[in-house]
C-alpha cells in the first residue's frame, strides 16, 4: 500500500477513515488544503477522504458500469467514474530539478508508486484512458492498468498521422472488446516551465529566494519566466477536459487520467470550484489516484480508493458494487 510519504500530500492514503465527508463542494469539507510532515493523522485527514464499508450515503444504482458485455461501447449510464492521477516520481523529482515539459521517465519508486495506484483503482472500471504526451503519465497509465482486475489492454491510440492511424488498426471486434483506448494529449502535459527546467528547486529557491520560487511555483496568475501560469496551464488543460473528457462521462464512460501536478491542479481547481487563492494550497502527491463520480452534470468527490484487500471502492455505491460482483464473477 502506499503510503503519505510526500511533506505536502493532498490525499490520505490511509484505506480506512473512521468518518467520510465526501463532497465537491469546496465548503462542505476538511478537503485538498493541506501542509504537513505527519502522516495521515485521523483528526486531520489530509484531502479527500477514504472509503469505509460504513459509507452511508450511497448513490442511487444505476445500470451497470461497462462490463464485458458492453465491450468498447459502454452502455449510457447515469454514473460514470473519474479517476485522475498524477504521475509516479520521475527521475528528476527525485533530483529536485523543475520538469515541466521535459519528458522524463519514472524512477523504479515512480514506478511502485504507478503500481500501487494501480492496485487501489484495480475495481473501478475505465473505459477510456487519458494522458499527457510526456512519458512519465504514460508509464504511470499503463503500469496502473495491469493492476486491473478487469485485464484489459490499455492500447494508444495513434492519430499523428493518417498513416499512424491505419496501421495501428485492430480487425477483430473481440479483441477491441478487450482492450482500452489510451488518448494521449498534449494539453494534459505538465505545465511548461520556462526557463526553470533543469533548474534545481533549492537552488533557485537559494537564487531568486523562497517567496519568489513559491509564486512562480503555487501561484495561479504569475507566470515563471517564460513560463506557464497555471493559469495558462488551465485553459489548455480545463478546455480540453471540457471538450474531450466530459462528453465521454455524459455518454457513459468510465475514465481515467493520468497526468501531472500543475494540469491536474487546474482541472481540480474547476471540478471543486477553488478559487485562485485557495489553489494556492493545493498539493497533489505522486501516484496517488484520485475518484470523482460523475452523475447528472456534477462531480461527486469520492476520495481515494482503498486497496483491494481493504474496504473497496464498491462500498461507494450500489453502482460500483454490482460492477465489483460482476467482476467477481468474471475472474474466478
Ligand atoms: O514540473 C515539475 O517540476 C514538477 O513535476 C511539478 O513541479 P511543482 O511542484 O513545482 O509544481
Known sequence: MAACTSQHALISVKPRCASASFSSDRRAGNVRFVSTTSCCPSSRKLGLVCASNSQ???????????????????????????????????????????????????????????????????????DVIYTSSLIRAQMTAMLAMMQHRRKKVPIIVHKESERAHQWSQVYSEETKKQSIPVITAWQLNERMYG???????????????????????????????????LEMCAERAVSYFKEQIIPQLVSGKHVMIAAHGNSLRSIIMHLDKLTSQEV?????????????????????RRGSPAGPSEAGVYAYTKYMHNYNQKLKQLTQ
Open 56 to 126: 452511508s450515503s450511497v448513490i442511487e444504482p444505476a445500470k451497470l458500469p461497462s462490463s464485458p458485455e458492453s465491450g468498447s461501447n459502454p452502455k449510457k449510464s447515469s454514473e460514470a467514474a473519474l479517476i485522475l492521477i498524477r504521475h509516479g516520481e520521475s527521475l528528476w523529482n527525485e533530483k529536485n530539478l523543475f520538469t515541466g515539459c521535459v519528458d522524463v521517465p519514472l524512477t523504479p519508486k515512480g514506478v511502485n508508486e504507478a503500481i500501487e495506484a494501480g492496485k487501489r483503482i484495480c475495481n473501478i472500471p475505465v
Open 280 to 300: 494556492i494550497s493545493l498539493e497533489l502527491s505522486t501516484g496517488i489516484p484520485m475518484l470523482y463520480i460523475f452523475k447528472e452534470g456534477k462531480f461527486i
Open 195 to 229: 526557463e526553470l527546467q533543469g533548474l534545481n528547486k533549492q537552488e533557485t529557491a537559494d537564487l531568486f529566494g523562497k517567496e519568489q520560487v513559491h509564486e512562480w511555483r503555487r501561484s495561479y496568475d504569475i507566470p515563471p519566466p517564460n513560463g506557464e501560469s
